[in-house]
C-alpha cells in the first residue's frame, strides 16, 4: 500500500528521512499537556520526537484530541511513529475518508490506526501500559457536556478513551464507554493544563498547536445552530461547544500569564502555517512536523532550566 500511494504522490516526500528510534527509559518528573488540533496535531508530533530525542520522557502525559493520538506513541516511546501514521496515510481512505466512513461511521478510521497500522509499524503496549507513567485522555460526556479525564489503568479501556477524545463531532460517531457517551474533548477542553496543576505537578509543559499570539474569533449563530440541530437531545454538550471559542481564549490568556511567571513552561509553533482540521497537503503537513521537530530543539535548553537538569 505505501509504495502504491508513494507513486501517487500521496506521502509525504520526505518519509524515509523521518527518525525511527526508541526513547530511553529515564522517566522525568512532571506533566506534560497536548492540545489538540486534528492535524495541526503534526507539530506537537514534532516537538514530541524532540523532546523524546533529549531524553526528556515525561512521567504524566495529558491530550486532548490528536493531542491524546501523539501522547500514546510518547508514552510508548516510539519517536516518530506519529509522523509516519499521519504523513503515509493520510491519504489512505481505511485511515482518513471512505471506508473509514462507511466501516466505523466516522471520518478517521480509528480501527486502522489501532490495528492495521500496528502490523506495520508496530505499537510498544507493553511499554505503553507500563504503570510507572500515567496517561490521561481527555473527552467530552455528551450528556453532561463536561469534560472527563479519562486515564489509563482506570478506565476501562485506554484506546476507546482515546478515540472518544479525537472522534470530532459531526463527523464522528459518539463513543461508549461504560453507561456514558463522549465526543472530542476539545468541546469542552482543549488544553488541559488545569488538571495538571490541580493535580499538584510542580513543572507542567504545554505544547500548543497554534501560534502565541492566536485566538479564535466568536462562535457565530448560524454554526451554534447548525450544531444544535445535530444535537438537540443534549444541550449541555451544545452549551458548552458554544463556549468553547471563547474558554480556548482564556485558556491560551492564562498560559501565557503563567508561562511569564514561570508556572509552566509553553512551546508553540514559532511561525503560522494555516492547516485545516483535514488537510490534504501532504508536503504542508511535513513542513508543520519539522516546525515542530525544530521549535522542539530550540526550546530544550530553556525547558531544561525550567526543569532544572543539565
Not at 512521567?59 to 516511546?77: D, H, K
Not at 450528556?143 to 489509563?152: M, R, S, V, Y
Amino acid at each position: 500500500m505505501g509504495g502504491v500511494l508513494l507513486n501517487n504522490n500521496k506521502v509525504y516526500s520526505g518519509l524515509v528521512y523521518l527518525p525511527k528510534r526508541r526513547a530511553s527509559e529515564k522517566i522525568i518528573d512532571g506533566c506534560l499537556v497536548l492540545e489538540g488540533g486534528a492535524f495541526r496535531g503534526l507539530y506537537t508530533a514534532g516537538v514530541l520526537d524532540a523532546l523524546m530525542e533529549a531524553g526528556l520522557n515525561f512521567q504524566t502525559t495529558i491530550g486532548t484530541s490528536a493531542g491524546a493520538m501523539n501522547g500514546m506513541n510518547y508514552v510508548s516511546g516510539q519517536i516518530g511513529r506519529s509522523a509516519r501514521l499521519n504523513l503515509e496515510y493520510r491519504h489512505d481512505p481505511r485511515y482518513v475518508g471512505s471506508k473509514a466512513l462507511l466501516q466505523e461511521g466516522g471520518v478517521v478510521g480509528f480501527n486502522f490506526a489501532f490495528t492495521d497500522f500496528n502490523e506495520e509499524d508496530p505499537f510498544d503496549e507493553e511499554r505503553f501500559i507500563d504503570p510507572s507513567r500515567r496517561f490521561v485522555a481527555v473527552a467530552t460526556n455528551i450528556e453532561t457536556g463536561q469534560a472527563e479525564f479519562l486515564e489509563k489503568g482506570e478506565v476501562e479501556d485506554i484506546y476507546k478513551a482515546v478515540q472518544a477524545s479525537a472522534s470530532m463531532p459531526v463527523f464522528s460517531r459518539a463513543v461508549q464507554i461504560g453507561e456514558h457517551s463522549y465526543l472530542d474533548g476539545g468541546c469542552a477542553n482543549k488544553i488541559p493544563f488545569q488538571w495538571a496543576i490541580d493535580q499538584g505537578f510542580e513543572h507542567v509543559v504545554v505544547i500548543k498547536t497554534n501560534p502565541d499570539f492566536f485566538r479564535k474569533p466568536p462562535m457565530s449563530d448560524k454554526e451554534k445552530k447548525a450544531f444544535h440541530t445535530v444535537f438537540y437531545n443534549h444541550p449541555e454538550f451544545c452549551e458548552s461547544y458554544a463556549r468553547s471559542n471563547e474558554a480556548y481564549n482564556e485558556q491560551c490568556d492564562e498560559i501565557a500569564r503563567l508561562h511569564r511567571r514561570k508556572r509552566l513552561f509553553s512551546i508553540a509553533p514559532s511561525e503560522h502555517i494555516e492547516v485545516s482540521r483535514l488537510e490534504k497537503d501532504i508536503e504542508k503537513l511535513g513542513k508543520l512536523y519539522y516546525l515542530g521537530y525544530h521549535d522542539g530543539r530550540k526550546a530544550i535548553p530553556a525547558l531544561k532550566e525550567y526543569l532544572g537538569i543539565e
